[in-house]
């Protein structure tokens, strides 16, 4: 009775602080989670996308980033629930951070057979900054960090129960067709887990086999899809690559030592290529980046603290001395798994980057409860009961203060430090416009902001053959859609002779002198966000 209680506790922990105030916190949702939504929304009204395609399976068109589908798919039943709203948008990647804590527990316990380290793993990423933040956004990756912890069970788990091979394979598929970084993370994490469970694969062949046929089926939509340039677009957008510095370097070291073959070996643009890489991909494990800062990024981390507690680094130390100590096939699949998952960010110029390597969890908070367990057995062993139960309690206080400190600065300070960020105002500017454009032949919003056309269709409701029908876009030199017009509203500014009757939507600071100020949106530190106003 008292495990249940256990597990009861934490599970509940884990759903209060990933659900409690999901709409109002993030402030609003940023663009990419409103393309998410109105791409579910017309889904779910239509069956197509908001390119008028028919259940598209490779990709999402969206802004001419080319979404993977799992995550919109995912929005369409809660859509059916609860209709078009943030926390809708949110539900999958909130349940995803849920249910990646109750699977924990039971990886966990799968791999040590130990449960008393299963629920500390479990409860320590039930609190774990990086997840509840992720969590609480519409993010792909989340999700597909849930997929790619399923793959993980299931795969250890089909040791024992062959059957269960098949749901490992299928749970990597969705995490491939759920984020683009998974499209490499989950072929690799297959490779490695077959070379370090070889001997129980072969006594485990024709699961294997069927669940290789299997997911060759699943993938078949995605083939034809990976030969276009669209498929390299997000790749060549983000990637170091692209970069011509190392071409450029190499070529004037070459020339400098004379332009031989030891020079064109030593200075070899590959070379300084992987040396880039390899910085890029060890940015990710940076202390800075993992316990005092975060990501710089606002929207991925609340900027107050690392990715984890200050507190985890000396017990994810031992956790790790521990495995080179005593290099169990457990704790050799975390580190693999550690390792794997940072491969494709190493490539990105932003680094280090909480949201590209979630996928990584909770090979952090396992390794970190493995050093809290033993480091409290060897306590335990070595001092008094008194002082064993007086240390406990004192590291439970300075996690308790930990927490707090992290919950309070994210409920109270970050909506208002950074609520532009979330672009914030987006909501509060289309429900105003969409109330009074009748009133007016023409209305001109600025996208100042970004992408205003997904919020007065995520928000408007669109239904998709209006969209199709009033939608003027055009592709920009990258290869993104701009959306120019919709219907009345263009989102571009007014010509100065412009005639008529006449609303325009001014970001602060270029309100025209002949138009009357009408109302101002601020965000929640209240700054001018968008001045409406019409002609006079």
């Given amino acids: 009775m008292k495990k249940i209680i256990i597990l009861i506790f934490i599970f509940s922990l884990a759903f209060l602080l990933r659900f409690y105030k999901l709409g109002e916190n993030p402030p609003s949702l940023y663009w990419d989670e409103a393309s998410l939504g109105y791409n579910a929304y017309t889904i779910f009204t239509s069956y197509r996308d908001e390119f008028g395609e028919y259940l598209p399976l490779a990709r999402f068109t969206a802004f001419g980033d080319y979404k993977p589908p799992g995550y919109i798919y995912s929005i369409v039943p809660f859509m059916f629930i609860f209709g078009v709203s943030e926390i809708t948008v949110r539900l999958p990647s909130m349940l995803a951070g849920f249910l990646m804590v109750i699977f924990t527990y039971f990886l966990v316990k799968e791999l040590f057979n130990n449960k008393t380290l299963a629920y500390l793993s479990s409860f320590l990423l039930a609190i774990s900054p990086w997840s509840i933040h992720m969590s609480r956004g519409g993010f792909e990756a989340n999700l597909a960090a849930f997929f790619n912890l399923l793959g993980v069970y299931f795969f250890v788990l089909g040791q024992k129960r062959k059957p269960m091979i098949i749901f490992s394979f299928f749970n990597f598929v969705l995490s491939f067709y759920t984020f683009n970084a998974n499209r490499i993370i989950a072929p690799l994490m297959l490779l490695f887990l077959f070379l370090l469970y070889l001997k129980d694969l072969i006594r485990n062949f024709k699961w294997v086999i069927f669940s290789i046929v299997f997911s060759f089926i699943l993938l078949l939509p995605s083939l034809n899809y990976f030969g276009t340039k669209e498929s390299r677009l997000r790749f060549e957008e983000v990637t170091i690559f692209n970069n011509l510095e190392p071409v450029l370097t190499a070529n004037n070291r070459i020339s400098y030592d004379g332009g031989g073959i030891l020079a064109k070996l030593i200075h070899n643009r590959r070379v300084l290529f992987a040396v880039d890489y390899l910085k890029h991909y060890f940015d990710n494990f940076s202390g800075r980046f993992l316990f005092t800062h975060g990501d710089v990024n606002p929207r991925l981390s609340s900027q107050n603290m690392g990715q984890l507690f200050v507190w985890d680094m000396p017990f994810l130390l031992l956790g790790l001395y521990l495995f080179l100590k005593k290099r ?209």
């Fill in 328 to 536: 169990t096939k457990g704790m050799l699949l975390l580190i693999l798994w550690m390792l794997i998952a940072v491969v494709p960010a190493g490539s990105a110029r932003e680094t280090p980057h909480a949201l590209r390597i979630i996928s990584i969890l909770p090979t952090f908070q396992i390794l970190t409860a493995y050093g809290i367990y033993h480091f409290f057995l060897w306590f335990k062993n070595k001092f008094f009961l008194s002082r064993y139960y007086l240390s406990l309690t004192i590291i439970c206080l300075l996690l308790s203060l930990n927490l707090f400190y992290y919950l309070h600065n994210y409920y109270v300070h970050f909506p208002l430090d950074w609520s532009g960020e979330w672009q914030y105002g987006y909501k509060e500017m289309v429900s105003y416009v969409e109330s009074i454009k009748y009133k007016y032949d023409k209305v001109f919003v600025t996208s100042y902001l970004g992408r205003p056309y997904i919020y007065f269709a995520f928000y408007g409701k669109y239904p998709l053959d209006k969209f199709l029908q009033e939608k003027e876009a055009q592709r920009d030199w990258f290869g993104f859609w701009e959306v120019n017009k919709l219907g009345k509203i263009s989102f571009k500014g007014p010509a100065e002779n412009e005639d008529g009757r006449i609303l325009i939507v001014s970001k602060p600071g270029k309100f025209p002198s002949n138009y009357r100020l009408l109302k101002t949106i601020r965000n929640l530190a209240g700054d001018e966000v968008f001045l409406i106003g019409e002609k006079t």
